[in-house]
């Protein structure tokens, strides 16, 4: 064999994705319905979990934050590793969160509600020393875990507790964290708004509400979070992401977009540095956009509004093939009509210069 250096995988996250997946598994045979948190999200959850009851979704979720390790004993008890940063995210999640402790040696594991135990801790007397345990060579506080709540023995015990939290936890914070200052805190709560907002509406018409006012990237999040509402023929479906009917009915009824919304989910496209392809092709964000913006029945009226007040030539572009592709056989009557309501804006762009000689050579262009 060479001697040439090669990538080596993570252990240490490759042993965290074991205790996810056997996590994952063991709520999913137990009728839970079960969400991993993509990597490109790393906010500290890795699960969210709807509550069932004999089959059936309660509309009650969770978030699982799960640590994998080969024994965390210290005087016989079981701790789960924290630092700063995930006291701080407990403390100031909008759901419920669970911490869950996979351990390698004989696959048991045993759960805690870390949001009361950080509300706990926080009232703690701070010249009482705090539990320390040493984390492969790093000190760190740890949670104390009871041998009562196995979670691989039996989850009847972690779906009374979480109930129990769920009743306790207004989504009163939610609203501030989409619109403070912080954008990962603005990121944590549109997924908390989707995680929940598939099964009750609620969330998911204040995300649209919000969406304007939302960080670049957390805007990002919230139009494929929304786009599921749609009629999105691209997405991977399946028990974890899909929505209730009576949400979608609910969205597609009361969502109404300004014409800021617009005019803020066609910046998006521009600015998207995130992937999934650029423009308005399938499999890319503009695909999103597409979607969410048909929640509103009256879109075309209001996308042919921007057009006529809008200064911001990737706006005019975006609203103009919008506008012909909506107008479908009457396309090139409609490109007609905005070329005589804004020729500066044509004489400006060459792109839309283009989609007018392009409806003019074929009737129509389609965007997918």
């Known amino acids: 064999m060479d001697d040439n250096p090669r990538k080596k995988m993570n252990a240490s996250s490759n042993a965290g994705k074991v205790g996810e997946q056997a996590v994952e598994l063991l709520l999913t045979r137990a009728q839970f319905n079960v969400q991993r948190v993509s990597n490109e999200n790393d906010i500290g ?33 079981w701790l789960l590793p924290y630092d700063d940063k995930d006291f701080t995210l407990w403390l100031e999640s909008n759901i419920p969160m669970f911490g869950v402790l996979y351990c390698r040696a004989d696959e048991s594991m045993r759960w805690v509600n870390l949001c009361d135990f950080a509300r706990r801790e926080q009232t703690r007397d701070k010249t009482s020393k705090s539990y320390m345990v040493d984390d492969a060579g790093f000190g760190k506080h740890g949670v104390i875990l009871h041998e009562d709540n196995r979670l691989d023995l039996s989850t009847a015990r972690f779906w009374d507790a979480a109930e129990g939290a769920i009743r306790q936890f207004p989504l009163v914070g939610i609203g501030s964290d989409l619109v403070g200052e912080s954008v990962e805190r603005a990121q944590r709560a549109v997924l908390d708004c989707f995680a929940v907002g598939r ?60 014409e800021e ?32 913006l048909g929640m509103d029945r ?50 400006s762009s060459g792109s839309l210069a283009e989609l007018a000689r392009m409806v003019l050579d074929h009737g129509w262009v389609d965007i997918f």
């Open 45 to 77: 959850r890795d699960l969210y979990v709807d509550l069932t009851r004999s089959g059936e979704v309660t509309g009650g979720v969770v978030a699982i934050q799960v640590r994998s390790i080969i024994e965390s004993r210290r005087d016989g008890r």
């Open 199 to 258: 099964h009750d509406a609620r969330p998911l018409l204040l995300l649209a509400a919000c969406l304007r006012w939302l960080p670049l990237r957390a805007r990002r999040d919230a139009i494929i979070a929304l786009s599921h509402a749609g009629h999105h023929p691209d997405i991977f479906w399946h028990e974890a992401n899909w929505i209730s009917d009576l949400v979608k009915l609910t969205l597609h009824t009361r969502v109404s977009w300004s």
């Open 298 to 347: 009256q879109i075309a009226v209001k996308v042919r509004r921007v057009f006529s007040h809008s200064n911001n030539i990737s706006t005019l572009e975006d609203a103009a093939l919008l506008t012909q592709y909506w107008a479908e056989d009457d396309a090139p009557k409609a490109m007609s009509e905005m070329q005589h309501e804004r020729p500066d804006a044509f004489a």
């Open 261 to 292: 919304d617009i005019e803020a989910m066609f910046a998006t496209i521009e600015d998207d540095v995130d992937g999934g392809g650029a423009g308005w092709g399938r499999g890319s964000l503009g695909q999103c956009v597409y979607h969410t």
